[in-house]
């Protein structure tokens, strides 16, 4: 299997540190949706990252469902999530609230971005600042009430959780201050420090005409 996409994106990077957890082989190819538009449409016309070439090259997308077709395909399905009905839920619900924060944090960053600065619509900045504050804040909330889901080993509440803050704090610290979230400030440094992690760093072109 080839996984498509650049590990700055935290939905690319999410699975490639998942599918290396579960121990499913598989090769990474840096291909950007921005830089190298026309190789990547070359493989997923749809040109959405992550894309999984499967090995008779058939192309799944959505870091989710490309999760959850591995674990079903190689018997090894809800080896990431607790069995435990109520933990379970609690899971669901940070994995949600995580992928949320990263959604809205791209869509602030495309529009502040990419579109002109005479172009850009306050409004919806101001909008998508809202839920991804609310996103943040959320799923800091969800770590102090349930401390249990940081103490697990791997699981994907922690992985998609870790991941996502990373990837704010890179892009737009000042917009999301980590004094406010010790939790996953934390959660993030430890993560950040294991051999999975490490393999797979968050490095790529990012969004064009964003200084960093």
Known sequence: MRLIGMLDSPFVRRTAISLEILRIPFEHEAVSVFSTFAQFKGINPVVKAPTLVCDDGEVLMDSSLILQFVEAAHGR????????????????RAVG??????????????????????????????????????????LEAQFQQHPQLAQAGFSQAIIASAVAWQFIQSMLAELVPAAKHPQLTALSARMEQTPEFLKYPPLGPGVPGLSR
């Open 97 to 138: 609230l995580a992928l949320a924060a990263c959604e809205k944090a791209a869509q602030y960053l495309y529009e502040r971005n990419l579109r002109p600065a005479s172009m850009q619509y306050a409004v919806w900045l101001e909008r998508v600042e809202g839920q991804l504050l609310a996103a943040c804040a959320g």
């Open 77 to 92: 399905t809800g080896a990431l999530w607790s069995r435990e009905p109520l933990q379970l839920q609690h899971e669901v």
